[in-house]
């Protein structure tokens, strides 16, 4: 049977060392936050179902709108944000008010890989201060 959270984890760590680039999305040359999930995506189903408009390093701030949250749940499968399992999607807020603008796969307990400003994509722990600014939890749908 195949396992999509296996294979997003998997397919992830392939993501590790890609330089960040603000709005890009390919792997080995480029990628920021969303372009990494986009990019999983991509290779999960061959197709992203929607191209993201530009934005600007602060839309979140300039907008007010949860344009990332909005998102996902077009095309991921909420799921409740402590039942969060490696191959699942994080969205996180960077202030408890402000609007959701990071985002991040879990890999293993207490892990995940995403792509921050200032470094390439990594594995980091998903200590308290990631877990307290989670806005939201997604999985990726079940496709065969």
């Known amino acids: 049977m195949y396992d999509i959270r296996a294979r997003a984890v998997a397919?992830?760590?392939?993501?590790?060392?890609t330089p960040y680039h603000h709005q890009a999305s390919l792997k080995g040359v480029g990628c920021d936050c969303v372009g990494l999930i986009r990019g999983i995506y991509r290779e999960l189903f061959g197709a992203e179902p929607e191209l993201p408009s530009a934005?600007?390093?602060?839309?979140?701030?300039?907008?007010?709108?949860?344009?990332?949250?909005?998102?996902a749940r077009r095309h991921l499968v909420e799921i409740a944000p402590l039942s969060a399992r490696p191959g699942d999607v994080l969205v996180f807020r960077y202030r408890t008010q402000a609007v959701a603008k990071h985002a991040g796969i879990v890999t293993a307990d207490g892990l995940m890989i995403?792509?921050?400003?200032?470094?390439?994509?990594?594995?980091?722990?998903?200590c308290a201060w990631w877990r307290r600014h989670t806005a939201g939890a997604f999985a990726f749908p079940e496709r065969s």
Do not use: F, K, M
């Open 55 to 71: 934005y600007t390093r602060d839309w979140a701030e300039a907008t007010g709108e949860e344009t990332l949250l909005a998102a």
């Open 114 to 126: 995403h792509a921050i400003e200032g470094a390439p994509v990594s594995e980091v722990a998903l």
């Open 11 to 17: 397919l992830a760590r392939t993501w590790i060392g």
